[in-house]
């Protein structure tokens, strides 16, 4: 079946240490993207890609940091500099941005 | 920027209830988005809409979007215990803005 991976599914790290977070896709699709979801709150986009080797920073990239090598492969960093990193981030592909999104399971990240 | 605003917030609802919940945009969409995600899960594609007045139905849902191409509706009929979620839409201009979601709980 498509779809899309994410994970690990928790992940707990000490304040100060840098993370990577993994999303994989088999879809074949272009796009993808990284948003973070806070409790109440809406998707906020992190960084985004419409193209292998090409990535665009989102609303909040910030202490964040992605690369996009392969066209399944979209990881994303939380980097030491990100101020609050403790959230629900989930990964999300598309063919065309004119079409639905599909989501990954998501990484719940807690930094203690 | 291009603000997506979904209201209510939160919706309470009497299980066999009928409610609605509303997305509007500060700007014209090329289309809208509704996403639903259930309790500890992920967003989860429901339907887009594209025209101008457009009304689409997936069973005991009805979504529309407005004439204008700023606003959006999502209607659910005799609300059940599997509707119970968060509602989110997104609308798309230069990029897909999502609102803050309507949380829906049922009373059964």
């Known amino acids: 079946d498509g779809g899309i991976t994410q994970s690990p599914k928790y992940l707990f790290r000490k304040e100060g240490q840098n993370v990577t977070l993994s999303c994989e896709q088999n879809l074949n699709h272009d796009a993808m993207y990284w948003y973070r979801q806070d409790p109440g709150q809406g998707l906020r986009l992190i960084y985004y890609s419409q193209i292998v080797n090409d990535f665009q920073k989102g609303d909040i990239a910030e202490g964040y940091s992605v690369s996009r090598e392969k066209k399944e492969s979209f990881p994303l960093t939380v980097t030491s500099a990100q101020k609050n990193p403790t959230a629900f981030y989930l990964c999300?592909?598309?063919?065309?941005?004119?079409?639905?999104?599909?989501f990954g399971s998501g990484t719940r990240l807690t930094v203690v | 920027g291009q603000q997506v605003m979904q209201i209510p917030q939160y919706q309470h609802v009497q299980e066999g209830e009928d409610f609605t919940t509303y997305c509007n945009s500060s700007t014209t969409l090329s289309n809208i988005q509704w996403y639903k995600q259930r309790p500890g899960g992920h967003p989860v594609f429901l339907i887009q809409?594209?025209?101008?007045?457009e009304v689409k139905k997936q069973k005991r849902l009805t979504f529309q979007f407005g004439e204008a191409k700023k606003n959006s509706s999502l209607h659910i009929t005799a609300t059940q215990t599997t509707d119970v979620g968060t509602y989110f839409c997104?609308?798309?201009?230069?990029?897909?803005?999502f609102g803050a979601g309507t949380t829906v709980t049922v009373r059964a």
């Open positions: 999300a592909s598309t063919p065309d941005r004119i079409y639905g999104y599909t």
């Open positions: 809409l594209v025209k101008s007045g």
């Open positions: 997104a609308g798309l201009r230069n990029k897909l803005s």
